[in-house]
């Protein structure tokens, strides 16, 4: 493991402590603008344990960010957040429909007042504290504009930390043009990437992974199916 990797590892290890790393440079932003076609619409608002599907992302990411943004689509709504959950968030939509995951980012950067910001999805719904935590401890020893987690042979574009003013810039320009992969933009970034061997100790399950598209994928995570991996 590196030695960036461990101090990440370490920062992770402390992430309920009041020492640990703060929240108070991040902004949190939710990409809450998918269709969910293959749900029957309202993907975000489905029941999940208990809860729409959207508030487990929320309440991973709330402890630690400094303001939360939550994103949904241009021509849509979003299910209400929960009255608990601190910071209140931030509700944006995205600038245009039809134009996928870059325009829900282009608009929640555009809020967002700080440094850095870890971007997730809205349909993760086992992200869990110790693991983004560590995401953004590596990101704050990291002279990368984007850091993100390994899976498998490659790397998956959510969570990811960004260099939030680069990052908005950045996005902006790919928006207007014909290359409007997330990835492309992270890759543009300069990206550092989280091997498995750092990440495993945050998140022991690999439950990260986890994403909901459709009534199988909502199944498996009300059972807390492992290792469910991206589509």
């Given at each position: ?10 920062s ?15 902004s949190?932003?939710v990409?809450?603008?998918g269709?969910?076609?293959?749900l029957?619409?309202d ?25 939360l ?15 608990e959950l ?23 950067l ?55 003013r680069?990052a908005?810039?950045e ?17 543009g ?41 991206r589509?």
């Amino acid at each position: 493991m590196s030695e960036l990797a461990a101090r990440a590892v370490d920062s992770a290890a402390r992430a309920g402590d009041p020492a640990g790393p703060p929240g108070g440079s991040v902004s949190g932003i939710v990409l809450a603008g998918g269709r969910g076609s293959r749900l029957g619409g309202d993907k975000l608002g489905r029941p999940l344990r208990g809860r729409p599907l959207l508030d487990h992302a929320l309440l991973a990411l709330a402890p630690l960010v400094a303001e939360l943004i939550v994103v949904g689509p241009a021509h849509g709504a979003l299910p209400p957040s929960p009255p608990e959950l601190r910071p209140t968030p931030i509700r944006a939509f995205d600038l245009q429909a039809g134009l996928g995951p870059l325009a829900g980012v282009v608009a929640g950067l555009g809020l967002a007042s700080q440094p850095r910001s870890l971007i997730v999805g809205g349909d993760q719904p086992a992200l869990v504290p110790a693991l983004l935590a560590g995401l953004l401890a590596a990101a704050a020893d990291s002279l990368a504009g984007a850091v993100v987690l390994a899976d498998g042979d490659g790397w998956s574009p959510l969570p990811s930390v960004v260099v939030t003013r680069a990052a908005l810039v950045e996005a902006r320009r790919r928006l207007s043009g014909p290359q409007r992969s997330l990835k492309g933009l992270l890759v543009g970034l300069g990206l550092e990437v989280v091997d498995e061997a750092a990440w495993r100790p945050w998140d022991p399950a690999g439950a990260w992974r986890q994403d909901v598209d459709s009534p199988a994928d909502l199944r498996a995570a009300e059972g807390g199916a492992p290792e469910m991996t991206r589509h």
